[in-house]
């Protein structure tokens, strides 16, 4: 690898592009129009904008060349972080996306050495969201399982309401006011499928179990429930309805 030191120029990837280019058999011209690097063979036209760094405005550049051809490629050093970290597939999920090629070089002791990791073509959407379509499901099961809008869209590092804290809080509110119960009867007062699994995990240590197939709430659980008003106000209304013996 290069010394550290070393500073590096966009100039310095032209000529690895170029000569990777002219091995196939392409004609390759530095800055036409604009354009970093215009690349022909016969009628076929790619264009090849280079930067030391991925961002914003090497995209807008990239994808305004796509006026002039469908076959544009971005150029890159090689990164320094891992190639199969999640960013990095986020960064590869964006350029198909936007139906760029992507080229990486690498600047070794024995020399410059290119290599294609994405070629320019259409994107695929209904593949794409076919291969994330359990997380598609994933996410309406989670807003189905929501009861409101209790989360500050854009927070960060800020406690969330899920479906699951609010599944949870409405059995340690139920147990809290009817006392020990069963599963079976949590359930039928619409605590879900998951009513079993949430006592048995006891992620908050709200629960305790009283006896054998008998749950209650604990101390932890009653004095957190006050954390919670609009939550238990609600589930307070629901069980007026299911329930109305318990006012």
């Known amino acids: 690898m290069n010394n550290k030191n070393d500073k590096r120029y966009e100039t310095d990837l032209y000529e690895p592009v170029r000569d990777f280019f002219m091995e196939k058999g392409f004609e390759v011209h530095g800055e036409v129009n604009h354009c970093d690097i215009a690349i022909v063979k016969e009628d076929e036209l790619i264009i090849v904008e280079l930067k030391l760094n991925l961002n914003v405005d090497l995209l807008v550049q ?43 070089v690498s600047f070794l002791k024995s020399g410059p050495v290119v290599e294609t990791v994405l070629s320019p073509g259409a994107f695929d959407r209904l593949k794409s969201q076919q291969r994330y379509k359990k997380k598609r499901t994933k996410l309406l099961e989670e807003i189905k399982g929501r009861n409101g809008d209790y989360n500050v869209g854009g927070s960060n590092k800020t406690k969330l309401m899920t479906a699951y804290k609010e599944n949870c809080i ?29 006592l048995n995990k006891n992620y908050y240590g709200w629960f305790e179990k009283i006896a054998r197939g008998m749950y209650g709430v604990s101390e932890k659980g009653k004095k957190e429930m006050a954390l919670f008003p609009d939550q238990v106000r609600y589930y307070s209304e629901l069980l007026e309805k299911v329930n109305p013996e318990t006012d």
């Open 170 to 198: 409405q059995i340690a509110y139920l147990l809290d006011q009817l006392g020990p119960l069963s599963p079976k009867a949590l359930r039928e007062l619409g605590t879900g499928a998951k009513t079993l699994s949430i």
């Open 62 to 104: 990239a994808t305004n060349r796509q006026r002039l051809t469908d076959l544009v490629y971005i150029a890159i050093p090689k990164p320094k972080y891992k190639l199969r970290s999640k960013k990095w597939q986020n960064i590869l999920h964006l350029i198909r996306r936007l139906e760029l090629g992507l080229l990486l």
